[in-house]
């Protein structure tokens, strides 16, 4: 960077000053100015033995007068399934500068050096929650729903009087997981990565962490229950460890192994939610007020839950270095989407341009066969082969299903299609795609 600075991946023996830094900068406004101690144990989590970390997933940026680390951040890779096609994902978490070196763009430069790697490691999906509008000028965009399902309040849960510990309805009860369930959990992910929506699926090694390998203090660490049947287990519920400061239950996970349980399998959930809840509420001594599923509104969770008051949805900022890349590689989702619609293009090719670059998506016999890249038009608007102008934005969007085609034409005037036998085909191309991911932060 210059001679004060120099950006370097993290080594364990970063792992006591890294937990330094970050306790010291994230999250001041709750702890009063204070370290955190569950960001500390977070990141001391991150560097011993988390499944989706190495150590040189931190980047460092190093002061140079006294070998300190200064600012950072970690990427935590992991592959997500996009309605069936595998999708390596990196989550961007921990972005923090010790106050005094602040004002030197150690941010933007440790970015840069993020997105450069992921770009040579073949990562198209970087994501992150954070500061309202920051990351959009590092490249990121709103592309991805978070929340806005109802939160249920504690009184519209299962009384006191049923509260038990082993809660069951139907021969259906919700107990604590244990690592003798991570295989099951697993199977269960593996089933729902093949469906129609966005997840995050974990594999029995990750199960088996989230079930026990973080430190008690750990502010990521989530309760891993799990909905069985006698020995069968069904599905499974992850909340938080404790309440939030306004006393919410946070879930940030639900799933179901048969979709027809779900039914019987939610109110089992909301009277488990509902015990644990009063549980967190007379150790903490903090008054349990609500249920707050940080699930899409379209949930089976949420839908089949009580009248709860509703939540604006968030988003999670996402960046994609090459959308044609990410085109291709999702071409068997798109020719399986067209197939599905009964739809055959009847031209040699179709081509998306994103004002700079252009996708050219090749067809036999009216179905996809590859996607490759253009040098984009020069005026795309009026090229007689672009069939579609998009935005980048807006052909992000589609492309990870946050948006529809009709969306993205009342939202960016710019996205221009070259006639109705276009616009069909990119309508049944790119449908709203439902967000079941709990990221393996």
Do not use: K
């Amino acid at each position: 960077m210059n001679d004060r600075y120099v950006v370097r991946p993290g080594r364990v023996s970063d792992a006591p000053a890294l937990a330094r830094l970050h306790a010291s900068v994230q999250l001041q406004s709750v702890t009063g100015g204070q370290p955190h101690p569950g960001i500390a144990a977070w990141v001391e989590d991150l560097l011993d033995g988390h499944p989706s970390v190495a150590p040189d997933d931190f980047l460092v940026a190093e002061d140079t007068a006294t070998g300190r680390p200064v600012a950072s951040l970690v990427g935590l890779r992991q592959n997500w399934s996009l309605a069936g096609v595998p999708l390596p994902v990196a989550q961007v978490e921990l972005v923090g500068t010790a106050p005094e070196h602040r004002g030197n763009r150690l941010t933007e430069h440790l970015f840069a050096a993020l997105h450069h790697r992921y770009a040579l490691d073949g990562v198209p999906v970087q994501m992150i929650e954070g500061i309202p509008y920051f990351y959009r000028r590092l490249g990121y965009d709103y592309a991805l729903a978070n929340d806005g399902a109802c939160s249920m309040p504690s009184s519209a849960l299962p009384g006191a009087s049923q509260d038990r510990s082993d809660n069951r309805i139907a021969g259906m009860t919700v107990r604590p997981g244990t690592v003798a369930d991570a295989d099951a959990l697993a199977d269960i992910d593996r089933r729902l990565a093949d469906g129609n929506a966005l997840v995050c699926p974990r594999d029995a090694t990750v199960w088996r962490y989230e079930i026990t390998g973080r430190r008690p203090a750990d502010l990521a660490r989530r309760v891993v229950a799990v909905l069985a049947h006698d020995a069968e287990v069904l599905g499974y519920l992850v909340h938080g460890a404790r309440l939030s400061a306004t006393g919410e239950l946070v879930v940030v996970a639900a799933a179901c192994q048969r979709p027809v349980d779900w039914p019987r399998a939610a109110a089992v959930m909301h009277a488990h939610l509902g015990h644990v809840g009063r549980q967190y509420e007379a150790s903490a001594g903090q008054p349990f007020t609500a249920v707050r599923p940080i699930l899409d509104p379209e949930h089976p969770l949420a839908r089949l839950g009580p009248p709860g008051v509703p939540r604006r949805p968030r988003g999670w900022y996402v960046r994609i270095g090459d959308l044609v890349e990410l085109l291709a590689r999702l071409l068997p989702l798109l020719r399986e989407r067209w197939r599905a619609a009964d739809l055959r293009w009847h031209e040699p090719a179709l081509t998306i341009d994103t004002y700079g670059r252009a996708a050219r998506l090749e067809f036999t016999d009216g179905e996809l066969s590859a996607v490759t890249v253009l040098r984009g038009a020069v005026s795309p608007a009026t090229d007689p082969g672009t069939h579609a102008a998009i935005p980048p934005g807006g052909l992000l969007h589609l492309a990870l299903g946050h948006r529809t085609l009709p969306d993205v034409l009342d939202a960016w005037p710019d996205c221009l299609l070259r006639d109705r036998v276009t616009e069909q085909f990119l309508t049944a191309a790119f449908p709203r795609v439902p967000v079941r991911v709990w990221p393996r932060n």
